[in-house]
Each structure stands twice: as structure tokens, then as C-alpha cells.
């Protein structure tokens, strides 16, 4: 199998190229071929693809194509009516659009987010699983839940199992703590400082101190963090 890409390394949006660099590794232990900056340019074949043309110019035989696009929300029926859209619905904390008694929750709402000071639509089942209850509240009586749920997601591949807390769109720093060459650590991006997101690897006994020290949002000195022996509600920076 071979797996192009415009990007420099599988991942590379959502975890950067530190993580990113070790899922093409395992990949690349299980047999996968990449092709990483280049784009496809146009398939052939006659009465299926038999060839794939990338954007340099050179050509992989193929029997079978998979293309991913990504996915944009459905707002339609949203914009129609007259609600705010900037990548699906826009919402404030409480997951209320910009018409009154009018909700969203899922990964059709870019709902305000109290604790990251930003606006996130997150594609994944956890968004309507907790987002639901939160604007069902609001709904009854409007104020009374703010989401601020962090937002979380998860990956399994081969004998690489992962769960993300967090959002780090920039970061200045990763630090790993854990035996990484093992595939058994924790990984942490930081910003200004503090920890902005965090990923258990193959360890499942760290979620909830995980969840405290990102909702912390203090400032965590580096060394401490990627020491495996001193509690993660320790790391911060002395004072």
C-alpha cells in the first residue's frame, strides 16, 4: 500500500511533526510506502484506475484507490435560516446560535470554548455525546451549562493505541515522557509555558491527572514534565 500525501508527515495537523514522524514509522515497519509532499494529480485506467499521476510527474500502478477529502460541516439548512456559519454553526459557551432558542451541538457547532479562549468544532463522536446534554440544559435554562469540556479524541493503530486531550494549534515545544522507542509514553505540547494538549500512548492510567493539569492551564517547568518520577500534579513551575 501507498499512501500519498501533501504533507511532510502522516498526522501532521493534528499532532505536528514530532508525533507525527513516529506513526510513519510504524507504518513504515508494517509495509507502508509513502509519498509525502506531493499531491495527486489524476487517475487512469479503463474500465477501472490503473494509475495513479502524482504532482511531480510520476506515476504508481494501483488497483484500488481510496481518496480522502476531509469533511465540511452541513450548515445549509443553518444558513438558510439566517444563523451565523464560520465552519458550521457558530454558538457561544452555552452552544447557542445567534437566533434566539436556537442550539447546536456535534460537529456541526463551532461553539466558544471559555477555557481556550477560541472557537473549536471538533469532528468526533465526543462532541455530540457531551455536547448534547450541555445544550439540552441550555436549553431548560439558558446559562446554566457552559461547555467546556476538553475537547478529546482517540486512534488505534497497530499496536500504537493513543487518547488526545486538548488543543494545541501552536505550540513551542512537545516533551515525551515515557519510553517513546517503546510506544508506552505520554506526550505534551506546550504553549507559553503551559500545556496546551496531552496524549497517553499505550498508558491508560493517567486520563484523569491528564484532565487536572490541562484544566490547571499553569505554567509547567519542561523537566519536571518529562521526568516518569514525579506525579503530574507536581510539574508545575516552582515559584
Known amino acids: 500500500m501507498t499512501v500519498v500525501d501533501t504533507i511532510s508527515v502522516p498526522l501532521e495537523g493534528a499532532l505536528g511533526p514530532e508525533v507525527g514522524a513516529l506513526y510513519r514509522a510504524i507504518h513504515d515497519e508494517h509495509g507502508v510506502h509513502f509519498r509525502l509532499g506531493v499531491g495527486v494529480d489524476s487517475l487512469h485506467g479503463a474500465d477501472a484506475v490503473e494509475e495513479v499521476r502524482l504532482s ?5 500502478p494501483a488497483g484500488a484507490v481510496v481518496v480522502g477529502i476531509g469533511a465540511l460541516p452541513r450548515t445549509d439548512l443553518a444558513a438558510a435560516a ?10 457561544d459557551e452555552f452552544l447557542a446560535a445567534s437566533a434566539p432558542g436556537v442550539f447546536a451541538a456535534g460537529d456541526l457547532a463551532n461553539a466558544a470554548h471559555p477555557s481556550y479562549q477560541r472557537r473549536i468544532r471538533l469532528e468526533h463522536w465526543s462532541a455530540a455525546l457531551n455536547q448534547g446534554p450541555a445544550a439540552a440544559r441550555n436549553m431548560l435554562e439558558y446559562g446554566s451549562a457552559p461547555y467546556e469540556k476538553i475537547p478529546y ?5 497497530y499496536d500504537l493505541s493513543m487518547e488526545y486531550r486538548g488543543l494545541a494549534p501552536e505550540y513551542d515545544q512537545v516533551v515525551f515522557r515515557g519510553d517513546v522507542t517503546g510506544r508506552a509514553f505520554l506526550g505534551f505540547w506546550l504553549h507559553d509555558g503551559v500545556v496546551a494538549a496531552a496524549m497517553n500512548a499505550n498508558i491508560w492510567d493517567q486520563g484523569d491527572a491528564i484532565e487536572a493539569l490541562l484544566a490547571a492551564r499553569s505554567a509547567v517547568d519542561p523537566a519536571r514534565l518529562a521526568d516518569p518520577g514525579v506525579p503530574l500534579d507536581a510539574v508545575a513551575t516552582p515559584s
Open 82 to 91: 439566517g444563523l451565523d456559519i464560520d465552519n458550521g454553526v457558530v454558538t
Open 153 to 157: 479524541f482517540y486512534s488505534d493503530q
Open 56 to 60: 511531480d510527474g510520476t506515476t504508481l
